[in-house]
């Protein structure tokens, strides 16, 4: 019996990864190995910030050419050694736990090389599909053939979504770390304070 079950899909920076810590832990082995300025390197990285309206991504490879550095072999540097070391939020275990009645999906905006850079630093995500892209996930889902239900979870608000509007047949959850209580409803949509309150969520919706 083939039953079409809801797809998940779910933001990966700052959503199910930590991305601040991934970020910070990068550049303070970059310091560590190649003796890089870090203030100053940190300073620069926002002339590889490529936008869109309010969104964009970071050309972190080219940031690391221009220091003379091989991304490859930096990628597989950093991979070796923080080996065992998980960069996902401790509660994206509680998203995971929902493959038995979800399609999940990760969902993600950002250049094709640093997005994949991130997955590969997170083990307990390797099993997931990724979809990368560098369009506003409004434009993206408006133009997407969905079957069945279909849900986003972002840290980002959808108010930051507005270049478009939100296809009516995507739900979305906000996961706002934030928050001073688990769960809030408004007029406006669902909000969590972390994946842990998605299950409950998903079920009432
Ligand atoms: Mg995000």
Redesign the pocket.
């Known amino acids: 019996m083939n039953v079409l079950r809801p797809t998940l899909l779910l933001?990966?920076?700052?959503?199910l990864l930590d991305?601040d810590r991934f970020y910070n832990a990068v550049w303070t082995f970059l310091e560590a190995k190649y003796q890089v300025d870090l203030p100053a390197e940190l300073a620069r990285a926002k002339s590889f910030f490529h936008y869109q309206g309010e969104l964009y991504d970071y050309d972190f490879r080219t940031h690391l050419r221009s220091l003379g550095l091989d991304p490859e072999q930096i990628k597989k540097q950093f991979l070796d050694h923080y080996g065992e070391e998980s960069f996902v939020f401790p509660d994206a275990q509680a998203a995971l736990a929902l493959q038995s009645d979800y399609t999940l999906e990760i969902l993600?905006?950002g250049s094709n090389w640093y997005q994949l850079f991130k997955l590969a630093a997170c083990a307990e995500l390797a099993a997931l599909k990724m979809t990368i892209i560098l369009e506003s996930k409004a434009v993206y889902l408006q133009h997407k053939y969905l079957v069945g239900r279909t849900i986003l979870v972002?840290?980002?608000p959808l108010a930051g979504y507005s270049d478009v509007e939100w296809p009516e047949h995507v739900e979305f959850i906000w996961l706002n770390r934030a928050l001073d209580q688990p769960v809030l409803r408004s007029n406006k949509g669902v909000a969590i304070k972390s994946l842990i309150q998605l299950k409950s969520v998903l079920g009432r919706e």
């Open positions: 933001d990966l920076d700052r959503t991305t993600t905006y972002d840290d980002k």
